[in-house]
């Protein structure tokens, strides 16, 4: 008799993502004429980057020749791809991380789910409310949640951290002990971004508390705002409590490419365990690294030509963030977030739930996005879109919304 994961079986319904996929593909399916403009999932919509799509195909051509084949490789990523990222995101601004601080994955999300393997499963994990779904989802599989209360929408074993207007969708700590400590600012799904004094809290909380913060950077290279940390280890202490998770996907186009790292400090301990060399030892075991020729095109980001088209991707965002900003604050709704991210969470009109304004954007403006409460009980009343779609079609989503309010 095999017995399944019974904290596995937990989980309740759908990936949030699925579940609308399914009412998008529904709805279509009965109105085909209808034309749809996406600004749901988080995915990019620009090409990658011509320096990188070079040296992945002088990478391909190298796999082919006895002197240019390369097989497994180091489990945590080619010393050019983490010496280039120690110097261009973190020494070149001052922060001190090393390349050896660096560990190369084929995701942010592989890495955030992953990284619960180093910890006991009694932990309190503390998560902000809305959240991306994976860090709760991942908790839950791990057997870090209680029981699920469907009247609530939350989970008995989890501290949750409500990310509210009031609060600027920006937590404090809470006076309670929370363990694991899961943070991502730019936030995703609010757009919210957090101050270095804000940040600062929680880095003096996780020190004077033992807990370990899990940073996630994903929407970092969106910040605009002077003053707004890019990365956890700009704080003083940061290297005693923070694990921080990056990824080329929403700066470079890599959603479908697959890179990104995760940077542990040596210092970082807890129980007397390095967790840096924890982590190594997990990676040796469960994986095989990034493909070669892969890392050769986020090695290519740091280059001149690769950072200037980057550059031009993220300001073709930015502006679609702005249209969207500027075209929704119009039309009368309250419009957070699209600064210093390319989430935009936005106020559903007239009290109406996330579901039923998800429903009035789709059936009548075909406009389609993410209703806030699938983030969480405090997502509830909010829709969130993304800046990610093509420039004409955002244009359009934000003229078809004001047509219809
Ligand atoms: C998109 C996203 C990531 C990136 O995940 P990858 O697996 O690297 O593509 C990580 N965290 C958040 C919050 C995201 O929205």
């Known amino acids: 008799m095999t017995h399944v994961d019974p904290y596995f079986r937990k989980l309740t319904g759908n990936y949030l993502f699925s579940e609308i996929s399914r009412q998008v593909a529904q709805f279509q399916a009965a109105y085909p004429e209808k034309r749809l403009i996406r600004l749901g999932i988080g995915d990019v919509t620009r090409p990658l980057p011509a320096a990188v799509v070079e040296a992945m195909t002088a990478a391909a051509a190298e796999q082919g020749t006895p002197a240019g084949f390369h ?51 009694g932990n309190t994990v503390a998560l902000c409310d809305p959240v991306y779904s994976v860090y709760l989802d991942t908790n839950v599989m791990a057997g870090r949640a209680g029981e699920f209360d469907p009247a609530t929408g939350r989970w008995s074993g989890f501290l949750y951290l409500p990310c509210t207007a009031e609060n600027g969708f920006v937590p404090a700590p809470p006076a309670e002990q929370a363990d694991l400590i899961y943070l991502c600012f730019p936030a995703n799904p609010t757009g919210a971004s957090a101050g270095r004094a804000q940040l600062q809290a929680w ?51 890599f959603t479908g490419t697959r890179c990104a790292y995760t940077v542990i400090p040596r210092e970082l301990e807890r129980e007397g365990v390095s967790l840096h060399r924890l982590w190594a030892r997990r990676q040796a075991t469960k994986t095989n690294g990034v493909c070669y020729v892969v890392q050769r095109g986020a090695q290519a980001v740091y280059t001149p030509a690769g950072r200037a088209q980057v550059a031009e991707n ?92």
């Open 71 to 121: 097989g497994y490789g180091p489990e945590q990523g080619y010393p050019f791809l983490r010496e280039a990222i120690a110097l261009h995101d973190y020494q070149d601004r001052g922060i001190h991380v090393d390349p050896d601080e660096i560990f190369v994955s084929d995701g942010a999300k592989s890495d955030c789910g992953g990284i619960g393997d180093l910890f006991a499963a």
């Open 203 to 253: 880095v003096d909380y996780a020190n004077d508390y033992n807990s370990v913060i899990l940073f996630d950077g994903a929407y970092e290279a969106f910040v605009t705002t002077p003053g707004v940390p890019r990365s956890i280890f700009e704080l003083p202490g940061a290297r005693t409590c923070a694990i921080e998770f990056r990824s080329f996907s929403k700066t470079a186009g």
């Open 314 to 405: 993220l300001a073709y965002y930015r502006r679609n963030a702005l249209t969207l900003r500027a075209g929704l604050t119009q039309t009368g709704l309250t419009v957070y977030g699209g600064v210093d991210s390319p989430y935009l969470w936005v106020k559903t009109p007239k009290d109406q739930t996330s579901q039923s304004f998800f429903r009035l954007l789709l059936e009548e403006a075909g406009v389609v996005t993410t209703p806030g409460s699938g983030f969480g009980p405090h997502g509830e009343g909010y829709i969130r879109l993304t800046s990610f779609g093509k420039a004409g079609e955002t244009q359009e989503a934000a003229e078809r919304i004001a047509a219809l309010l």
